[in-house]
């Protein structure tokens, strides 16, 4: 574990020095040739628009994630019910939205979800990144299912044992001793999950979200020079990089913390 983490400090660090090299090879290229801006100007022109549309990558890892959870929760519970035509449904929603390709469910959700709700007089918006949003927590909902029923599934019998012979119900059970123990090794797997779907989130520029790598294409159409197309999305990279690395290490720290015997 301590080999990985000192490698991905220096991936962290090589990322740095390529965009360094990228940049001084093109401020050469740039002197070079009449006319052309510094290098270093352009990225600083651009940043401000390429960062909102970062932060928009943030906002929708984030919505995704809430909404995933809260259903993929529902959804993993669903698949310990006793009851079993609710047990069988939620494990085949559950391995349907697991494993199916993330940008399909992406198309589907942006070419079948309306563009407005109408809810009586009022209107609501749809735009694509909603659309987007909704089409991301579908497959997160799916993998938190599978968090839930293992986290749950890995406490001993005995702990359910335990607990009817205080005569607790089924759901006072799985809400007052089960969930609450198995939150903690249920955590760095979520968090896992979180770090892929930030990750994932510039698939949603093919749909037409003007987001992070959106925005890098159209400031590189803008400025059209081949010079720029290298430090840009080394830059993008870097930015992802230092968004998942602390969420990586605190993901480590976790497993160490709740490596026990339960």
Known sequence: MTAVRRMSGWLGVVLVGLLLVSLLVGEAQA?????????????????????????????????????????????GL?????????????????????????????????????????LGGL?????????????????VMGNVSEIVRGGVQALPQTQWDSAESLAFSRSQTLWMVILPQAVKPMLPPWMNLYA???????????????????LTRFALSAENRSDLLLPMYLALLI?????????????ARLERRFAVKL
């Open 123 to 139: 209107v609501i918006p749809m735009p694509a990144w909603i659309k987007a949003t909704v089409g991301l927590a579908l497959p």
């Open 196 to 214: 892929v779907l930030i990750m994932a989130t510039p698939l949603v520029s093919v749909v037409g979200v003007e987001e992070a790598m959106t």
């Open 239 to 251: 930015a992802f990089f230092a968004y998942c690395y602390p969420i990586a290490r605190w993901t």
């Open 31 to 75: 002197q070079a040739a009449e006319g052309s801006a510094s290098l270093l100007a352009t990225l600083w022109k651009w940043a401000p628009l390429i960062g909102q549309g970062f932060l928009l990558n943030i906002l929708i890892s984030v919505l995704a994630m809430t909404l995933g959870t809260i259903a993929g929760g529902a959804l």
């Open 78 to 118: 669903g698949q310990m019910s006793p009851v079993w035509p609710l047990r069988h449904a939620a494990q085949i929603v559950t391995q349907f939205f697991r494993n199916a390709p993330w940008l399909v469910l992406l198309f589907y959700c942006i070419l079948l979800l309306p563009y407005e709700l109408r």
